[in-house]
């Protein structure tokens, strides 16, 4: 089944936030408008609307990290969210909690059992990406962790 598509005009940003917020199989752009314009057609994944989510898991060379799409997503990058926060790194993963905590063994590897079942839903950790994290699935994080995620 394919995904919808549509032709729309949009800037270097608009572009980037629009991958990042997931849901695109493609962006083709169909020509120059001007320094920061483009003719876009838009190719939307038929399941878009489940993979639009405020937190990803962005995997690169097999570590996933979790983060809100809007701190900025590639290459599994780890921007700053110092001082009130930090990241901590749990096997495959790392993720973002308050600064002045930290994770026990038992909830470090509840945790990656669980962000390993988030990525094989949409495919590998040995696949880099951005993988959808769903409102629920941040609920089961903060069950495990509690108010110790940063940014939740």
């Not at 057609?41 to 990290?65: Q, R, S």
């Not at 809007?70 to 495959?92: F, R, T």
């Not at 988030?118 to 941040?138: A, C, L, Q």
């Amino acid at each position: 089944m394919e995904g919808r598509k549509e032709i729309k005009v949009l800037t270097n940003e608009e572009i980037d936030k629009m991958l990042m917020e997931g849901g695109i199989e493609q962006i083709y752009i169909r020509k120059k408008i001007d320094e920061n314009k483009f003719e876009c057609e838009i190719t939307w994944l038929p399941n878009a609307e489940e993979l639009k989510t405020t937190w990803k898991i962005d995997v690169w060379n097999c570590h996933g990290v979790l983060k809100k799409a809007e701190w900025g997503l590639g290459y599994g990058s780890m921007p700053d969210i110092s001082p009130a926060g930090k990241y901590v790194d749990i096997g495959y993963f790392s993720i973002p909690v308050k600064h002045d905590v930290e994770l026990t063994d038992e909830e470090s590897e509840k945790l990656s059992k669980l962000l390993f079942e988030i990525i094989d839903r949409n495919g590998m950790i040995n696949m880099s990406g951005f993988y959808p994290v769903k409102d629920e699935d941040i609920e089961r994080i903060k069950e495990i962790i509690g108010d110790k995620l940063y940014g939740g």
